[in-house]
């Protein structure tokens, strides 16, 4: 078990007032028995604004917040303190007809897990689909092993890409992320979610936070720390969604914690939202991301003092 702090500040700024609209934001971990929230606080300015709740079609956590007076800045601060109870690597149960590949979902899990299962990118020369294949490998004396595969896909990903590190909104497609050979983290878990659904897996992307024990210093540092991270989950039956980063070669969700789960990148931005007024107002954005281990009581209070 890991107690984690999370700290995640969004700063726009404009070189005169201008009005907003309404802005959503995804900066609430989910809840689960692996995951549990101790602590959270948003804090918005300009100020007042009206905070709404709601969950979307995937059951993630929404604030939608509203404001009713200009402002040359906008802020948006999250502060979450979290327990979170990873999977151990390579622990995960998978029912006997399933640990080899290919297999099929029962009948009472297609209806589900079928839009998870569609690919949504074009690969008209099938170039996605052949690397995914490459993975399709005789085990000894039988067919594929499905764990296997899947690890061997993350981690063929994080020794054979380059990782790069954008700015700019949205994900590239899976086919050029494979011919340019380089990404974001949100462009290798589509990537890898696409591949894993060409081969018949149902996989979804997943967007949250990562741990980067380097940050506390431990040694090994990680990529994608100091900001949102992605990666994907597949589902195999008997152990449920499990999840892959194929950014640092990451099975079974250690160091991972999970905000939102989508279909799809575009429906798992953090934060989105409208401004109005010239377009030369806008002076530019920063965000910046710490995810620390908590400090115990003691070792606080005695800072403070």
Same mark, same amino acid.
């Given at each position: 078990m890991m107690t984690l702090d999370i700290d995640h500040t969004t700063i726009y700024r404009y070189a005169n007032p201008v009005t907003f609209g309404d802005h959503r934001l995804m900066f609430r971990p989910r809840d689960s028995h692996d995951l549990r929230l101790l602590k959270t606080e948003l804090v918005i300015s300009p100020t007042p604004a009206k905070v709404r709740w709601l969950h979307d079609v995937f059951g993630n956590s929404i604030a939608v917040a509203s404001f009713d007076q200009p402002a040359t800045e *906008?802020? %948006? $601060?999250?502060? +979450?303190?979290? $327990?979170? @109870?990873?999977? !151990?690597? *390579?622990? %995960?149960? +998978? &029912?006997? @007809? #399933?640990?080899? @590949?290919? %297999?099929?979902?029962? #009948? $009472? &899990?297609?209806?589900? *897990? #079928? *839009? @998870?299962?569609?690919?949504?990118?074009?690969?008209?020369?099938h170039v996605v689909d052949n690397w995914a294949k490459g993975f399709v490998v005789l085990g000894e004396g039988g067919p594929p092993d499905t764990q296997e595969m899947l690890v061997n896909m993350t981690r063929s990903i994080k020794e054979s890409f380059t990782y790069q590190a954008r700015d700019l909104e949205g994900t590239q497609s899976p086919v050029d992320t494979l011919t340019g050979n380089g990404g974001s983290c949100r462009d290798f878990a589509l990537f890898m979610m696409e591949a894993a659904r060409s081969l018949g897996f149902a996989a979804r992307f997943v967007s949250g936070y990562l741990y980067d024990p380097a940050r506390d210093g431990a040694e090994g540092a990680?990529?994608? !720390?100091g900001a949102t991270h992605a990666w994907v989950d597949v589902y195999l039956p008997g152990a449920g969604w499990v999840e892959f980063d194929p950014t640092n070669g990451i099975i079974g969700g250690k160091n991972l914690i999970r905000v939102a789960v989508t279909r799809d990148p575009t429906q798992a931005v953090p934060l989105a939202g409208s401004w109005t007024g010239a377009p030369a107002d806008f002076l530019g954005m920063t965000v910046d991301v710490q995810v620390t281990s908590a400090k115990p009581a003691g070792v606080e209070a005695a800072s403070a003092a």
């Open positions: *906008l802020r %948006f $601060e999250s502060h +979450i303190r979290v $327990e979170h @109870y990873p999977l !151990g690597e *390579l622990e %995960f149960p +998978i &029912e006997e @007809y #399933a640990r080899t @590949y290919p %297999f099929s979902y029962t #009948a $009472e &899990e297609v209806p589900d *897990l #079928a *839009l @998870y299962t569609q690919r949504h990118y074009p690969d008209p020369d990680m990529v994608g !720390g």
